[in-house]
C-alpha cells in the first residue's frame, strides 16, 4: 500500500484559537477516510491546509508525496475538491461548468469530451448535460460537482460535508455514488461530515476529531467494538442513584450524561431484566429504558464525554461569545 | 494563455445569456442620449467648437456606456465570491495573474459591445463618420476604456466581501469620473478651477481619444489622449492583479 497522504503535526491557529491541534495521520492510497466531529471542530480548516488554501501555522503535510507548502501547484493537480459550500456557475449548463473545470486543469480538448460524457454519465446527469445548473435539484448540484472534482483524474478527491443539507433519500443516494466511485476510480477520498451514520456506512477508517484534535483513530467497527459492547439507556428522576446501583461485574462502563445514564455492557439483551430488577430493589424509578448496538455517536460520547449535539451547541456558545469579545 | 480564455470564454457565455442585464445597461446609455441629445440641441451652442450638440454628446455616451458596463463587470467577482464559484477557479493549479487578465479582458468584451451599440444607434440620430480610420481609432478607446475600468472594478472587488457598498462606489467614483470627463460638456466650459479637476479624471482623455476619432476635432491632443489612457490602463491592470492576488479564500 502506497501512501496518499502523510499528516505530520499540523497545526492552525487563529489568533488565540487552535483550530487544528498537532494533527498526525497516515492515508493509504484507496481508502475512503472520513473526519468526523461536530461543526466547528476543525476539520474544514483541516482540508483548507491539505487543499493549500490555508497556510499551517506549524507541521507538515504531503499530500500523493507532494508538500503542500513547497508544491502548491502540484498539490492541486493531484487533488479533487468539493467545497462544502456550493462552487458551481448557476448561469452555466452542466457540461459547461465540466468544460470549464477541464479547461482550467489543462486537460486536452478531445480527452475532455470523453471525460465529462463518461463522468456525466457516472453522476446520471448525462440526460440533463445542456440544462443550466440554475435549474438543478440540491442533489443533482452535489452529483455535478463530484464529477467535476473528478474530470482532472485526482489521486484524492477531497469532500467537505459533501450531504449537508441533502433529505435523507438523497443522501442514501450520494453514499452508492461516493462507494461506487472508490472502488471504480480507485482513488483516494477524504470526507468530512458530522453524520455519525455517513462515516460509519462510507470510511474504511475514521478520525473522530474534536477541538482540533484526534480523539480516536480507527475502523468505525473497531471504534464501535472498543467502547464495550451495547448500550443502555436509562432515564431516571434520580440518576445519581441509578449510577450508584449499577456496580455488577459485567457491566463494563456506567456514566451520567444529564437526567439519563448511559451504560456499556456485552449482550445487553440478557441482562435487562437483571438490571431492573436491581433498580426496583433499590427502589429506584425508571422513566424508560433502551438498548442499542453500538454507533459512533456513542463512540463520540465515550471518548468526550459529550454527546455531539451538545458540543455543537457548546461551539455556538463559544463563538457567540468570541463575537461579542471581538465587536466590544 | 488557454487559462485566460477559458475565464473570457465564461465570461462571454454568461454575457450572452443575460438579456435583462444587456437592454438594462443599453437603455440608460440611450436614454441620456436621445434626452439630453434632442432637449438640449436647440439650445446648446458650443463655445469654440461648433457643431450641433448631439455629434458632441456621442462619444460621451459611448464612453459612459463602455465605463458603466466595465466598472460593472469588474465589480461581478463579488457574486462570484458570494456565490463560492472564485473559490472553485482559484483551487486550480493556475495562477491568480491568469484569471484576473482573463476576467479583465472578458469584462472589457462585454464594455466594448455594449458601447459599440451604442456607436450603431448614434448612426441613425446624426452621427456621420467620414474617414473610417478614425472608426477604427474610436474603438482603440473603447478598448483601454474597457481594459482600464474592469481592471478598476476587479481591484475594487477585491477588497469587497459583498454589493452593499456598490452603490457608494457607483454615486461617489463612477459618477464623478463619467462627470468630470466632459462627455456631457465641452471642459473649456467649466469655470478655470474646475478645469484642472478634469484633466486628472483619466476618462477624460478617453472621451477626448473617442471624439477625436468620431468627430475628427478633440479639446485634448489625441497622442496625449493615447498616452494618458494608455498609462491608466497599465496602472490599473497591475493595482488590479495586486489586490485580486491578496483575495483570500
Avoid at chain 1, 461536530?38 to 488554501?53: F, Q, R, V, Y
Avoid at chain 1, 471525460?115 to 440533463?128: A, K, P
Avoid at chain 2, 458603466?68 to 465589480?75: D, K, P, R
Avoid at chain 2, 490602463?233 to 495586486?242: D, E, H, N
Wanted: aromatic residues 8%; hydrophobic residues 45%; glycine residues 8%.
Amino acid at each position: 500500500m502506497t501512501i496518499a497522504l502523510h499528516i505530520d503535526n499540523l497545526t492552525k491557529r487563529f489568533n488565540e484559537l487552535v483550530a487544528v491541534d498537532k494533527i498526525s495521520l497516515d492515508i493509504d492510497h484507496g481508502e475512503i477516510f472520513g473526519l468526523l466531529g461536530p461543526n466547528g471542530a476543525g476539520k474544514t480548516t483541516t482540508i483548507s491546509m491539505l487543499s493549500t488554501m490555508l497556510k499551517p501555522t506549524s507541521g507538515s503535510a504531503t499530500v500523493n508525496g507532494i508538500d503542500i507548502e513547497r508544491n502548491e501547484d502540484g498539490v492541486r493537480k493531484s487533488i479533487g475538491i468539493v467545497f462544502q459550500d456550493q462552487s458551481l456557475d448557476e448561469e452555466l449548463t452542466a457540461w459547461e461548468n465540466m468544460d470549464f473545470h477541464g479547461r482550467l486543469y489543462r486537460v486536452p480538448a478531445d480527452l475532455r469530451k470523453q471525460r465529462i460524457t463518461e463522468l456525466l454519465n457516472l453522476v446520471e446527469l448525462e440526460n440533463r448535460k445542456d440544462d443550466i445548473v440554475k435549474t438543478f435539484s440540491g442533489g443533482m448540484r452535489r452529483r455535478l460537482e463530484i464529477a467535476r472534482g473528478l474530470l482532472h483524474h485526482p489521486a484524492v478527491l477531497f469532500l467537505d460535508e459533501p450531504t449537508l443539507g441533502l433529505d435523507p433519500q438523497t443522501r442514501n443516494h450520494l453514499w452508492q455514488y461516493i462507494a461506487t466511485l472508490a472502488k471504480e476510480k480507485g482513488i483516494t477520498i477524504i470526507l468530512t461530515t458530522h453524520y455519525m451514520e455517513e462515516a460509519d456506512q462510507l470510511c474504511n477508517r475514521v478520525a473522530i476529531i474534536d477541538h482540533g484534535k484526534i480523539i480516536a483513530l480507527d475502523a468505525p467497527k473497531n471504534l464501535k467494538d472498543g467502547i464495550g459492547g451495547d448500550v443502555v439507556t436509562i432515564k431516571s428522576p434520580d440518576p445519581a442513584a441509578v449510577v450508584a446501583a449499577m456496580s455488577e461485574p459485567w457491566i463494563t462502563r456506567v456514566e451520567q450524561h444529564n437526567d439519563e445514564v448511559v451504560i456499556n455492557l456485552k449482550n445487553a439483551e440478557q441482562h435487562i431484566s437483571a438490571i431492573v430488577t436491581l433498580l426496583n430493589a433499590k427502589q429506584v424509578d425508571i422513566e424508560s429504558l433502551a438498548i442499542h448496538k453500538p454507533t459512533l455517536e456513542d463512540v463520540f460520547l465515550f471518548f468526550t464525554g459529550k454527546t455531539i449535539r451538545d458540543e455543537e451547541a457548546d461551539h455556538k456558545t463559544n463563538m457567540r461569545m468570541y463575537q461579542r469579545m471581538v465587536r466590544h | 494563455m488557454d487559462i485566460v480564455y477559458a475565464i473570457w470564454l465564461r465570461n462571454m457565455k454568461r454575457y450572452v445569456r443575460s438579456k435583462s442585464r444587456i437592454i438594462g445597461s443599453i437603455s440608460m446609455p440611450l436614454f441620456f442620449l436621445l434626452f439630453l441629445g434632442f432637449g438640449l440641441n436647440s439650445v446648446v451652442t458650443l463655445p469654440g467648437i461648433g457643431g450641433n450638440y448631439i455629434v458632441f454628446l456621442i462619444p460621451g455616451i459611448v464612453s459612459m456606456s463602455v465605463l458603466f458596463t466595465s466598472v460593472f463587470s469588474g465589480i461581478q467577482i463579488i457574486w462570484d465570491k458570494q456565490f463560492g464559484f472564485l473559490k472553485e477557479t482559484l483551487v486550480a493549479p493556475v495562477s491568480r495573474l491568469e484569471i484576473m487578465l482573463g476576467q479583465t479582458l472578458g469584462g472589457a468584451t462585454t464594455a466594448v459591445i455594449q458601447g459599440f451599440m451604442i456607436l450603431i444607434l448614434s448612426l441613425f440620430i446624426g452621427l456621420h463618420v467620414s474617414n473610417p480610420a478614425g472608426f477604427l481609432v474610436a474603438l482603440g478607446f473603447m478598448i483601454l476604456i474597457g481594459i482600464s475600468f474592469t481592471a478598476f472594478g476587479i481591484a475594487i472587488a477585491s477588497r469587497m466581501d459583498d454589493m452593499t457598498g456598490f452603490q457608494l462606489i457607483m454615486n461617489f467614483v463612477v459618477f464623478p469620473i463619467f462627470g468630470l470627463s466632459g462627455a456631457l460638456f465641452p471642459i473649456s466650459s467649466l469655470p478655470s478651477w474646475m478645469a484642472p479637476i478634469t484633466l486628472v479624471d483619466p476618462l477624460t482623455y478617453g472621451v477626448e481619444g473617442i471624439r477625436y476619432g468620431l468627430t475628427g476635432t478633440s479639446q485634448v491632443n489625441p497622442l496625449i489622449c493615447v498616452v494618458v489612457i494608455s498609462g491608466f490602463t497599465v496602472l490599473m491592470t497591475i493595482l488590479g492583479a495586486f489586490l485580486f492576488r491578496k483575495i483570500r479564500f
